[in-house]
């Protein structure tokens, strides 16, 4: 037996070994192809024609992008909370409402194009900055116009800090009834945890942020809402993740009585994602509040019906 013997294997190790490294391979290629695959998504992403009117507003969590428009009083407008939400949600409105007042749109953090940091979102989170965006931006009390989850976010900012607010528009606001119940479990939390991992994170992000899905979605023209879900990089991944877990949920039943501003609720009569069940529960906790319904009109009635809503949104202010 020479020195070497011992360095040899047999070729039942071999094929053995073999099948190792091919397993290795398989699984670093798992991981290399996805990530190869979302540098790509995000890099193209950071490609983009800034707006008109845009601004930036530098908070303690990260830069957030706004557009103001028009003069008189200030009308603040949220976009809703889905993938590849913006305030591009606001564009059929926007230019004709500023003939009447001074409009200001936001992309919430972790939206858009505002900043995407590696955060824990939250309903709160979003809250404190909706608040200190009308403090130290607008600078005087404001009319807020939001809608869904939004919606619930700008009643929430009203309880904490009433004095910013003189008038409300909700649009089909969720946090009441059975979507007043969507909020953070302990599976959420280990869900949460897997999302924002780096590699699966990021794919599952880019799956459910594809062209495909976001164009089916989004009623806004040509492809900003897409770049606009991938601007910021891998990071854009966080925000979707708390909003898959409903950590962006926040229950406002108790709010909703306790609102004692000018609020108008609108719903759309053919809105299958927050149904007429809500309706009629605000309807029991907001005696206050006007109530209009557009006919033919989804979720978003704001965009299915910009006309209405514009000509309404100018006689409530």
Known sequence: ?????????????????????????????????????????????????????EKSY?????K??????????PLLLVHGMYPGASLAEWDKCAASLARHCRVYALDLLGFGYSDKPAISYSAYLQVMLINDFVRQ???RRVTAAAPGGSGA??????????????KMLLISPTGIGASGRKLPRNGDTWLKWLLDTPVIGTSVYNFICSRARINGFSRTPG?????????????????????????????????????????RVLWGSANTANTADSFELIKRLCPQAELTVFK?????????????????CREFI
Request: aromatic residues 10%; contains cysteine; neutral net charge.
């Open 1 to 53: 037996m020479n020195s070497n013997d011992e360095f040899e294997i047999n070729e039942s190790e071999r094929i053995n070994l073999k099948k190792t490294v091919k397993g290795l391979l398989a699984a670093a290629a798992l991981v290399a192809v996805p990530a190869a695959v979302n540098a790509v998504i995000f890099k193209r992403a950071q490609k983009r024609a800034r707006r008109e009117n």
């Open 58 to 62: 530098k908070w303690r969590h990260g």
């Open 64 to 73: 957030v992008r706004y557009t103001v428009t028009g003069e008189g009083e």
């Open 137 to 139: 931006v607008i600078g």
């Open 153 to 166: 976010l700008v009643a929430m900012a009203y309880y904490f800090e009433p004095d910013l607010y003189g």
């Open 223 to 263: 492809d900003e809402n897409y770049y606009s879900a991938h601007y910021g990089g891998a990071n854009a991944r966080f925000s979707l993740a708390a909003l898959l877990t409903n950590f962006m949920n926040v229950c406002v039943e108790h709010v909703l009585p306790k609102i004692n501003i000018p609020l």
């Open 296 to 312: 033919d009109a989804g979720e978003l009635p704001h965009m299915d019906n910009p006309r209405a809503f514009c000509n309404l």
